[in-house]
């Protein structure tokens, strides 16, 4: 019976440990906050709206200064 | 801003494809400039400090705001073919996530 109740304790440990283990794991847990996010106003298949706005050599850069060629816009979160 | 970086990195290959990567932040041009000094970037970054742009497109983060209490965008991709269409989105619902630059070559490809 003694035999018996160490194992149990032992698995009950390892199970314990095992727990411990798989739940913080980044595999089971969102690594940010996950928000519901408004629709875009722009949409795949319709022409991308010009902009104009000043870069960083203080020109003014618009969207259609690049017409004629593939542009990708990343809209980045900047300094927060 | 680690996505940034990999267009960066990836720059010469974009440039083979004959794409322009404009970064689009509402950061004062100040901030702008520090930033794209700091990252070697040798394509636009763009202040949208009216956040007019944001709202254009629809960018606006719904949560977040930056340590001035202004507005931040969600982190948002748009690929734009030749012709001005608007060809691939992308954003996450979670903020930590972004496009591996695989899948954004990939979408290139696909144009023309």
New interface residues.
Partial sequence: MRVVNVRLVVWGLAAAFGLFIYLPSPANQ????????????????????D?A????E?KT?R??D??????????????? | MAELGEFVKHYQELQALDVQVLAVSVDPVGNVSEARAKLKAPFPMLSDSDEKVMDLYGTRSPEYKNRDGAAINTPTLVLIDKTGTVRWLHQAADYRIRAPISDVLNQIHKLD
Avoid at chain 1, 66 to 80: A, E, Q
């Fill in positions: 969102p690594l940010g906050k996950e928000i519901k996010l408004p629709p875009l106003r722009i949409q795949v298949g319709t022409k991308a709206p902009f706005l000043p870069g960083t203080g850069v969207l259609s690049f017409s004629g060629r593939k542009v990708l816009i990343d809209f980045y979160r900047g300094y927060w």
